[in-house]
């Protein structure tokens, strides 16, 4: 079935495209992305055409009607995407092309949010990407094992939308490093005004940051917050710059 933006807004969470991270506080979220890579997604990047500079079209349409801050829908699609540059490190325009590729033959306005992707459309997407940088299947078949990492990290509902983000919270840049990564931080718009927190307490992993900052211990915040040691060092991680 086809996919609408305006299902979404439909829904009682439609808070998932409400405004809520900045595209620093993005950035730092998916990784410590560099900013400027985040920015150049979501607004475009000027490029020398003919003596005189052009403007590309953004690879993420930003909810916000100020254009200022990423929605929880946005995050969802830059942590997607990271997986594709940050892998593979192809020319954005040959990424674009590919997913425009997927929407036209899977008649959805945003592929990379919904759960049907992590099927068909990743196998569309990673046949037309291969394509495109003449990737040999062996190639192809990587790539799709790293996608399929990140994909694993967002759970969806009922409706195959994201509403949950599991983001990074050590360097991945190592394929067995991503794959066996802690699922100890999460993103749930519903939850903390969508910050991250301590997957199955509610925990705002910057409550526990500042009080190490502070100067407790971790030892002494697992017994605080009644969590294990390896669940306060991924909030430490998380927020640490």
């Known amino acids: 079935m086809p996919f609408?933006?305006?299902?979404?807004r439909a829904e009682s969470e439609d808070r998932r495209l409400a405004p809520a991270?900045?595209?620093g506080e993005a950035a730092h979220y998916l990784q410590r992305m560099p900013e400027a890579t985040l920015?150049?997604?979501v607004a475009g990047r000027y490029y020398p055409v003919a003596g005189r500079s052009k403007r590309s079209k953004p690879l993420i349409h930003l909810d916000d009607p100020k254009k200022q801050y990423l929605s929880f829908v946005n995050l969802v699609e830059a942590h997607v995407l990271a997986a594709i540059r940050r892998r593979h490190g192809v020319r954005l325009p040959k990424v674009r092309r590919a997913l425009d590729?997927?929407?036209r033959e899977f008649h959805v306005e945003r592929p990379l949010i919904v759960q049907s992707f992590q099927t068909d459309g990743?196998?569309?997407f990673v046949e037309r990407y291969g394509e495109l940088i003449n990737a040999s299947r062996e190639g192809q078949r990587a790539m799709k094992e790293i996608l399929g990492v990140y994909l694993k990290r967002i759970e969806w509902d009922a409706k195959g939308l994201p509403i949950?983000?599991?983001?990074?919270?050590?360097?991945?840049q190592a394929e067995a490093a991503a794959a066996s990564a802690p699922r100890v931080v999460v993103m749930n718009p519903a939850v903390s005004f969508g910050r991250p927190v301590i997957a199955g307490t509610g925990i705002p992993?910057?409550?526990v940051y500042e009080r190490y900052k502070a100067g407790d211990s971790v030892a002494d915040l697992a017994q605080d917050f009644n969590l294990e040691?390896?669940?306060?060092?991924?909030?430490?991680?998380?927020?640490?710059?």
């Open 21 to 23: 991270y900045s595209v």
């Open 205 to 207: 992993v910057l409550s």
């Open 122 to 124: 990743l196998d569309l």
């Open 164 to 172: 949950r983000l599991y983001p990074f919270t050590r360097d991945t």
């Open 4 to 8: 609408k933006t305006t299902e979404v």
């Open 101 to 103: 590729y997927v929407e």
């Open 39 to 41: 920015r150049s997604w």
């Open 229 to 241: 040691i390896s669940a306060i060092e991924e909030a430490i991680r998380c927020e640490a710059a």
